[in-house]
DNA sequence: GTGCCGACTTAGCATGACGAGC
DNA sequence: GCTCGTCATGCTAAGTCGGCAC
């Protein structure tokens, strides 16, 4: 918060813990400190100290002021600096201490934000790259945060579920569980597939026949029937979305209260924003893919589950649950996590940590690139090495070489082994079986190197890819891409289908092996350097051609994307195609077609018209008494929606808002249908024109339905958020004037503040990493 | 040497917010 | 001003990896 003083930022109480670890309401240390942040802006690490009186701790923060304003000049282009200000990052001018008009002015513009715009200046304010770093080992000197915010407890619906025909009386515990399983959509990923529906719903009910009881009358899933729950929450969906905008600001109202209680840290003095402050609510799990405990109960956590993270000195925040304390209190600055529990599902830890956009994961991030650089002057060593070894008559050797070929080359995952009755299938390079390669797909015979490799990966996601061995691409300047083909020849020889193609490794020992060229080299960095690569080298491929120059910065973008899109299928970077976008992309192959066909009827028309005649030519009728059927229709759903104050009023008014909605469709599609004609016999000139109007929506409609097909399984979002070196991505919308709101979204913006101020020239290259 | 586990990163899906087009 | 489609964000599952105990 550098710069924060009292006028500019006015944090209130609830941000910050009230309790004091022994359970009084005491808050010394941090009052001292939010009354010395308040007056003065940051607290630094060596700032702080419980010991000294806050006078003395004020006069050591203004010495060290004016000590570091004789030392640094104001950056310019050399380091991270600030953002300009932008349109949505709304924050005042920065004050200058000798100028007191301006910071009048400056104040009060702040005094014009709204809380959580204020709390946004206030982090962006913090430049963490510049601040000292905590001692090694540490990722925190102090830190104080709310703790989580807990679900509401279930509130009962009384609505009953029939068994047999009959209904059930059932305790709200009971009620509960029954009413995640009705909650589940019957056409979705885990009920809508029959493989997946059938461990779902075994799992589900071993766990509810656990919460009935032995003595209760369901025992047999068949004569379940959750249908009047599964109405009642549909109803529930319905009125939610009757709400006037009243109700529904109030509701954002109440959001923000919890955002501002629980969704803040302070961490060595700095505001910090919190991840996942809300605890997960129970219900069921969602695992992925064919996981064999999906559908059984995920548990409510309660308070004494929840361990804490912070510092000594720092007030235990008040738990919010009334009657509960929590678990355990920790002090461990080595720890990233502000708070732990276990679920039960699968008895692993799960983390309360800071957000994205915190300081934490920004210095994650950036050493996690900066090592991916360094890879850039290891790499050809590393390459060298395993092409040696590929020939090895060493088994462990060889199929260590071929497993770093296969990540280096393919950017597989390292691939852990993995328990098939606790977890779903999945497999990376160690884990590969036989029976997911299939030599020869194609069954050429003779010269042919080609591997079909077909497995399920991280969340199930489906690598299906033909490689061939003995293209150019695997084998020029000596890739040994034969010799790989040869060596998954050797290792599937005499193995069952079910048996690991390399059996001599594992990842801990391929992590081992990389370490013996570059310190904290592992399996994965592979995947972040080489999707950065990829990135550079695609985009100064394209800023190289001659035509570069010449295009706008939204076809500069286009050129981006598909760099991103290169980098994204290298990754197998996926997202299945919901029914919705294939509804939606149906839609615009039917438009396609009717624009063609009403393109060729005006060539027609106007074909008869340059013929002299104009009889018979096609017109439309108006439209008027349908658009104003349509138009009545929605009056009168707005006027029962205002008018609605039972729920039964709620969803009727919802009902009749949905059917004017069909009618107002209804009348665009026939609107659509005719839009080619005039209400009169038009003229040739209008004919010329309309004709070139519809060639150029025909056009831009194929160009769009092309992209939207090319990319509906592709997921650019995830190489962007974790494996792009952003400051590649920064560097290329400088020396190309293209806006970086284009490439990156707010959040993005946020995350990669660090990355924010490189040259227009930065290069992903060994160099990086001694920047720091 | 091996297996386990804690701590973190990476990932896709669901949903809500927003803005382009009418 | 409204609608609809797209994009951003939140959620939480599912990976990787290092350290520790045996």
Redesign the pocket.
């Known amino acids: 918060m550098a710069s924060t003083d009292e006028e500019e930022f006015d944090m209130d109480d609830e941000v910050l813990p009230k309790k004091k670890k022994n359970g009084n309401d005491e808050a010394v240390p941090k009052k001292k400190k939010k009354r010395l942040e308040e007056e003065d802006g940051e607290i630094n690490d060596e700032d702080y100290d419980d010991d000294v009186p806050l006078k003395q701790l004020k006069k050591k923060k203004k010495n060290k002021e004016k000590d570091s304003k004789k030392r640094k000049p104001d950056k310019v282009v050399s380091g991270p600096v600030k953002k300009k200000k932008k349109t ?1 990052d709304v924050k005042p001018d920065k004050p200058k201490s000798d100028d007191t008009a301006m910071k009048k002015t400056a104040v009060k513009a702040l005094k014009k934000l709204d809380k959580a715009e204020r709390l946004q200046y206030a982090m962006q304010s913090f430049l963490w790259w510049d601040s000292v770093e905590p001692p090694e080992g540490c ?1 925190w000197r102090t830190m104080e945060h709310s703790g989580v915010s807990f679900p509401e407890e279930y509130v009962p619906h009384g609505i009953k579920m029939k068994y047999d025909g009959k209904d059930v009386d059932l305790t709200p515990v009971q009620e509960e569980a029954a009413t995640f399983f009705a909650a589940m ?1 019957p056409e ?2 885990h009920l809508g597939d029959p493989k997946t529906a059938k461990i779902f719903i075994k799992n589900y009910f071993a766990d509810f026949l656990e919460v009935l009881g032995k003595k209760h009358v369901i025992k047999d899933f068949k004569k379940c029937d959750f249908e009047p729950i599964r109405r009642h929450l549909n109803e529930q969906k319905i009125i939610k979305k009757a709400i006037t905008d009243e109700q ?1 600001k109030a509701n ?1 109202d109440d959001r923000n209260q919890v955002m501002f209680r629980f969704g803040y840290a302070i961490v060595d003095g700095h505001i910090e924003k919190v ?7 129970p ?1 069921t ?5 064919e ?1 064999p ?2 559908g059984k109960l ?1 548990q409510r956590v309660a308070p004494e589950q929840v361990s804490l993270n912070l510092s000594q000195c720092a007030a235990v925040p008040r738990c919010s649950v009334p009657g509960h304390a929590w678990g355990d209190i920790k002090h ?1 600055p ?4 502000l708070a ?1 529990w ?2 039960n ?7 309360m ?1 800071l ?1 994205a956009q915190s300081s ?2 920004g210095k ?2 950036r050493s ?1 690139y900066n090592k991916a650089a360094l890879l850039c002057s290891n790499i050809e060593k590393i390459r060298k090495s395993y092409k040696k070894d590929l020939k090895s008559k060493d088994q462990e050797t060889k199929q260590l070489a071929t497993a770093v070929w296969v990540i280096d080359r393919l950017a597989l ?4 082994e ?1 328990d098939t009755d606790e ?2 299938d ?1 497999v ?2 160690c884990s590969l079986r036989v029976e997911h390669l299939e030599f020869d797909p194609n069954g050429e015979g003779g010269e042919n190197r080609e591997i079909k490799l077909e497995f ?6 489906l690598y299906k890819q033909t490689i061939d061995f003995g293209a150019a691409m695997y084998n020029e300047n000596n890739g040994m891409g034969e010799q790989v083909y040869e060596n998954f020849k050797s290792f599937c020889k005499k193995k069952k289908p079910d048996q690991e193609v390399f059996d001599s490794i ?6 081992q092996h990389l ?1 013996t060229f570059m310190d ?6 592979f ?2 350097y080489n999707a950065s690569k990829t990135l550079q080298d695609e985009l100064r491929k394209h800023e190289a051609g001659s035509q570069w120059k010449n295009l706008t910065a939204t076809e500069k973008v286009v050129e981006y994307n598909n760099a991103n899109r290169e980098v994204a299928i290298l ?6 195609v ?1 029914k ?2 294939e509804t ?1 992309l149906e ?1 615009i192959g039917s438009k396609l077609a009717t624009l063609k066909k009403q393109k060729k009827e005006l060539k027609q028309m106007l074909k008869k018209l340059n013929s002299g005649d104009s009889s018979g030519l096609p017109v439309r009728k108006s439209f008027e008494e349908m658009t104003e059927d349509v138009q009545k229709a ?1 009056e009168k759903a ?1 006027k029962m929606k205002e008018a609605a104050k039972t729920n039964e009023e709620k969803i009727a008014a919802t009902q009749a ?1 949905e059917k ?2 069909q009618k ?2 209804d009348l ?1 599609d026939k609107k659509f249908q005719k839009a080619h004609l005039w209400e009169k016999v038009p003229t040739k000139d209008q004919l010329v024109k309309r004709i070139e109007a519809w060639t150029a929506k025909i056009n831009k409609m194929e160009m ?1 339905l092309k992209h ?1 097909d090319d990319n509906k399984e592709v ?1 650019l ?3 962007k ?3 792009m070196d952003p400051r590649i991505s920064v560097a290329f919308c400088k020396r190309n004037e293209v806006p970086i709101e284009k490439i990156f ?4 913006r946020d995350k990669f503040n660090w990355a924010m101020a490189v040259q227009p020239n930065w290069e992903f290259n060994e160099k990086v990493a001694l920047e720091g």
């Not at 799990?285 to 893919?289: A, K, M």
């Not at 904290?520 to 960095?525: E, F, I, N």
């Not at 979204?745 to 993005?748: D, I």
């Open positions: 949505e990722q959509d979705g990923m529904r954002k991840g996942n402050y809300n605890m997960e609510p219900g799990f969602r695992g992925r893919g996981h405990k999906m995920k461990d080595r720890g990233q996590w732990t276990k679920e599902i699968n008895n692993q830890s799960k983390y940590q957000a934490f994961k994650s991030d996690k995952r390292v691939g852990g993995k977890e779903a999945t990376g390079c399920l990966g991280k969340d199930s996601m594992n990842p801990t020992l391929l992590n370490k904290g080299l592992s399996a994965k960095v995947r972040t990754c197998n970077h996926q997202r299945s919901s919705a976008q939606a839609a929605i707005k808002d004017a909605k107002k469709r665009a769009d939207k997921s979002g995830t190489s958020i974790n494996y979204s707010k959040t993005l």
